[in-house]
């Protein structure tokens, strides 16, 4: 599976960004899709994570209220809301597919190339 995150950008605090990651093939029905970031001089972090088959959804407390992840299994794509955007949510997103719902990017086995998310104050 190759997975293509896009949609990052430049934009003002209290913003808001989609982004989407979409996947060359249709991930077995059991996988779980994930969203972590990496900031400038920061650990890679997790954001949010969506099951594929029964929609359940994920969220890192940083970010619950104000990101919504999606999916649109016919498109293989899964959609990461972002609202109300911070200067700290600054980072390069990646998407990444695994087989839980883990907050450990060790969990995940396919890993998208990542779009960049700049929040300007």
């Known amino acids: 599976v190759q997975l293509q995150a896009s949609g990052g950008g430049l934009v003002q605090a209290g913003g808001s960004l989609r982004l989407s990651c979409a996947a060359s093939?249709?991930?077995?029905?059991?996988?779980?899709i994930g969203w972590f970031r990496q900031g400038p001089g920061k650990e890679r972090e997790y954001v949010a994570a969506i099951r594929k088959s029964n929609g359940y959804t994920y969220y890192a407390d940083a970010v619950k209220g104000r990101f919504i992840i999606s999916r649109d299994n016919a498109k293989n794509t899964v959609y990461l809301q972002m609202n109300s955007l911070k200067p700290e949510d600054t980072a390069v997103y990646y998407c990444?597919?695994?087989?839980?719902?883990?907050?450990?990017?060790?969990?995940?086995?396919?890993w998208g190339q990542g779009t960049q998310v700049t929040v300007s104050s």
């Open positions: 093939k249709r991930p077995y029905s059991s996988h779980v």
């Open positions: 990444a597919v695994g087989s839980s719902p883990s907050s450990s990017g060790n969990d995940y086995y396919y």
